[in-house]
């Protein structure tokens, strides 16, 4: 792979929207994983023809581009390992058109979450597949990974809420796939094969996105259990039941520990905790799936268990759970909170077991882990807490991991839920997806013959995760983890 | 491309399993399209491993494949248009697995729509892409054409229910697509490829689904509009407003007059009939929806409006809709009801011009077209009353569909909502998706790079529909139409 000439990219996207300074490489060589790259430029194009004019530079000069949100992503997606051209594409962040009467909005890649529910509230609608980090995630972003969130289990993810999209492809060329239309079978979902890959296929230029009537009411539960299996029983019967809640959180002791150190919370001293909501246009639809909640958390010795539709009861009920991410980085002193085996999906019925092995693993390892998530959707979230300054403590997260990952692909698990592959989950995915991989790169090729997008990750990612680039961090003795 | 070996395939599927008779094969050649073509042989293999064997056989020998389930497909996808093996998947038509803990089916593709829901229903759950032929069609075909039906609006197509596939490639490898998560963002989603690629690209052999809940209450409403206009804008303002029906079904002029004289059903003399219905767990929440659809549509003069709860009532008001289909084979005498241009989505605010554009089409060609289906997704049917003996009522069938198309791409809209492309609607399809042909066809190449599954179909299909395979009807002028 070739370094691109600075000037002619200048030219293209102008000189004010193209960055090269040590500062600027730093900071765009990282994203929230745990590695760091280094691009040789950073561009901020503005235009869609300018993308144009840049992947086809890129491409003929066979010139690395890797196309980048807001840089929330945990597993390295957008991490320049290969040099080349860093596609800031928060210079697209214009909201196109929200057309109510045909129930779907257009929008640039670039425009954060939260902007977009903003401009759709209004109208009563909101776009559903929001993540935690919806404060900054972009929706292309979101859409390269197939994001969701807390209300995954009724509103489904990224994949579920997009239509169609407008995408340049490694040659230049612009291209619409999808449709504006509610259904479509109009050949291969092109647009669909886009959600999930991660910047590795084609850069997202435009979203044509539907989006949901905003709840009228909502309504939020909590319960304590003793043991984290009765919480995951009744998870499984809640989904067997035919309720639809609209959020249905899990929280292990780990995370309430964290979180009562840091934030005083005074949570109950219990192996897992149950977050339920509600939503809907009629209060009495919503009473309904409470109760139905209400009364399985409680015949599974739920205990403790209290709903509110008051808006600041809901908040103090989901304070544990809303502070937990920052919580878990103050679980003690010397330990940091690393996003390795960040995420993994399990049939709901083994949720319990999930979590149960995580911290049996963790504590075989010497490390400590986390195991909370939207049990809703089977998608559990985990931490590792260790000091990362301590080659034994990475070596030990490794063993952890690869052991972790067997199980969830025993229980009929997939390696990511939501936040994607990037370089630190591909070995897992390689294992899950080994018949695979071959026709993956089949497709790539077919879209990028020459590879020159986002190299490196998802199936080209090192068979090893603690090498597939620097990480960020120094161990004391002396040389990288 | 040649054929095969017939004690080669005996070998494989079983003698009991394959069928070459002059009768077997022409039964086998046409599907519910305009279409006929011959296969050299069908076969209908019991056992995954069996199909494998016959796709490694093909693939080595060149041989088309067409995978079939009961070929109500209504373009042409079924259709053998260049010899070979017809691959009958009804073989394979076993329920795997209904896990109600976590919330997924497993199915072969050979289980039909309804033997499916009958599984579910005494869980409480349903499967909701159930189109109009769910008493034949198979979940392997809805899967193959991203089917969907009356309740799209509220519960998605195929699309939004599959969760994950194993399929057979054409070299004779069998593999694991998706997931049986909720979730999952584990590299290219093949799985979403496969949803609408008719066929082409692999052969389907068991699909994961998920369900949903059965509603305990269902609500239907109907509405009469002199001006199709007036119908137009109540769907829009019914969608602009949040309202959640669980179907929203337009029935036109035309259609009215066919099930009036078919069946002698009263209904009244407008220009638009408009059906609503809404569904849930309580109902306060369904009256609710009801309550603002009954708004709306008395808003924009809607007269003769009813709803009902009730079974018997529900089935009345639906009659009209429900009979519609035969009830076009009967509308005059030596007019055939054809397959062309059956399905088209456009924007909801654009269902009414297109509708009125189809008519006046029609009209200005000398032929007879409905405009009815689920605008509630934006997807409009359409029939062609024809006398299919006349040569000069086909020229008139083609120049009308051309301009009805080449408006449905002027008001964004897309070629197929929910029955595909095949080979009847492939022009349409080549002119709307003209930039991504090359791309589809790399895409092809990547999953099956001798081009043995269903060849002709899609992007491979003539320019032209009418001369894509032998037509099924004979004209007076003594030679096909």
Redesign the interface.
């Known amino acids: 792979m070739n370094p691109p000439d600075i000037l002619e990219l200048k030219k293209i996207v102008g000189e004010e929207n193209l960055r090269d300074s040590k500062a600027d490489l730093y900071v765009y060589g990282a994203d929230a994983s745990v590695y760091e790259g280094k691009a040789f430029v950073v561009v901020k194009p503005r235009t869609i023809p300018a993308v144009q004019e840049l992947m086809a530079y890129a491409d003929k000069n066979s010139i690395p581009v890797i196309p980048r949100g807001s840089g929330s992503g945990m597993c390295g997606q957008t991490v320049p390992v290969k040099g080349g051209i860093v596609l800031d594409m928060k210079g697209l962040n214009r909201i196109l058109e929200v057309?109510?009467?045909?129930?779907?909005c257009r929008v640039e890649p670039g425009v954060v979450d939260d902007d977009l529910n903003r401009a759709l509230s209004p109208h009563?609608?909101f776009y559903p597949p929001t993540p935690a980090s919806s404060r900054i995630a972009t929706i292309g972003g979101e859409i390269g990974?197939?994001?969701?969130g807390t209300r995954?289990?009724k509103y489904?993810?990224a994949?579920?809420s997009v239509l169609g999209m407008k995408v340049v492809?490694a040659n230049g060329?612009c291209?619409?796939?999808g449709?504006?239309?509610?259904?479509?079978?109009?050949?291969?979902?092109?647009e669909?094969?886009m959600?999930?890959?991660e910047g590795t296929?084609a850069v997202i230029v435009e979203a044509t996105l539907k989006f949901v009537?905003?709840p009228k009411f909502r309504c939020m539960g909590i319960a304590n259990f003793n043991k984290l299996e009765q919480a995951g029983d009744a998870i499984?019967?809640i989904?067997?039941?035919?309720?639809?809640p609209s959020m249905l959180e899990l929280i292990d002791k780990v995370a309430i520990t964290a979180v009562n150190q840091s934030m005083n919370l005074g949570l109950p001293d219990v192996e897992a905790i149950l977050l339920f909501e509600a939503d809907?246009?009629?209060?009495?639809?919503v009473?309904?799936?409470i109760e139905k909640a209400r009364e399985i958390c409680a015949a599974h010795q739920g205990s403790g268990i209290e709903v509110s539709y008051d808006a600041k009861e809901r908040e103090r009920i989901f304070a544990g759970r809303k502070k937990l991410f920052p919580a878990l980085s103050r679980y003690r002193e010397y330990l940091a909170s690393t996003s390795l085996a960040d995420d993994m999906?399990?049939?709901?019925?083994?949720m319990a077991d999930t979590a149960r092995k995580i911290h049996e693993t963790a504590d075989k390892h010497g490390i400590i882990m986390t195991a909370y998530g939207?049990c809703?959707?089977?998608?559990m979230h985990t931490k590792i807490l260790m000091d990362t300054t301590k080659g034994a403590q990475w070596e030990a997260a490794r063993e952890a991991i690869a052991e972790i990952y067997e199980h969830v692909r025993s229980v009929?698990?997939?390696?990511?839920?939501?936040?994607?592959?990037g370089m630190s989950k591909a070995p897992a995915?390689k294992q899950?997806?080994h018949?695979?991989l071959d026709?993956?790169r089949?497709?790539?090729?077919?879209?990028d013959p020459k590879g020159i997008l986002n190299p490196g990750k998802?199936?080209d990612a090192p068979d090893d995760w603690m090498s597939a680039a620097r990480l960020r961090y120094v161990t004391q003795e002396g040389k990288d983890a």
Do not use: Q, W
């Open positions: 057309n109510v009467n045909d129930a779907y009563g609608f990974n197939n994001a969701s995954s289990v489904g993810a994949r579920d492809l060329d291209v619409n796939l449709s504006r239309t509610r259904v479509a079978s109009s050949g291969y979902p092109l669909r094969l959600i999930g890959s296929l009537p905003l499984s019967e989904i067997a039941s035919g309720c639809s809907g246009m009629v209060m009495e639809a009473d309904f799936e999906a399990v049939p709901f019925s083994r939207h809703g959707a089977g998608c009929d698990g997939t390696t990511s839920a939501e936040h994607g592959i995915f899950e997806k018949d695979l026709l993956m089949s497709v790539k090729k077919a879209f998802l199936m």
